[in-house]
């Protein structure tokens, strides 16, 4: 399975694409995905469905949309444990945190053909925003790295692609 979130959220399983419907599954997904394998807490998954005002029935709402989620991906992709929810999948199953380990690598060109456009563009608001803010400057720090020492049309094109560079 892979998870994308280097552009709009994608999902492909083993058979093809994945629909994950629903904003709340598709916040869900996302979470699990960026936290790189660690258990997130009830509470932050809670916090993260509902920011403003968690409704009284929040941690049982919450199960329900982990069962809908569960539901759309393989089998044993999510797992529950006392420390809380996990994604289970490699983290080069993860682009957002297969590029980052890519970067960290030197491995700038590859890391680069993972990005789609702007990371979880349908999710603004915490905690994902600020995940997403992060990936887009990880990228522009590669970037600016590279502009000695890269090819100028292939950096252009990159810088092309992020007009606030």
């Not at 979130?5 to 694409?17: A, F, N, Y």
């Not at 409704?55 to 797992?79: D, G, K, M, Y």
């Not at 529950?80 to 060109?109: I, K, M, N, Q």
């Not at 600016?144 to 990159?158: F, K, T, V």
Request: with cysteine.
């Amino acid at each position: 399975m892979q998870v994308r979130v280097l552009g709009p959220l994608e999902v492909d399983g083993p058979h093809g694409p994945v629909v994950v419907a629903g904003a709340k599954q598709r916040t869900l997904l996302a979470v699990l995905a960026l936290a790189g394998g660690r258990p997130v807490p009830v509470s932050e998954l809670v916090d993260a469905l509902w920011p403003d005002d968690p409704p009284p029935s929040a941690r049982n709402s919450l199960q329900s949309h982990v069962a809908r989620l569960r539901a759309a991906l393989p089998p044993e992709t999510i797992t529950s444990g006392p420390a809380g929810y996990r994604l289970a999948v490699p983290r080069a199953a993860v682009d957002a945190l297969h590029f980052c380990d890519l970067l960290a690598d030197g491995e700038v060109a590859q890391a680069f053909e993972l990005w789609r456009g702007p990371p979880l563009p349908e999710f603004s608001a915490e905690p994902l925003g600020g995940g997403a803010a992060r990936l887009t400057e990880a990228r522009r720090a590669a970037l600016a790295d590279r502009a000695g020492s890269g090819d100028p049309a292939e950096l252009s094109a990159e810088v092309d692609r992020d007009p606030c560079w």
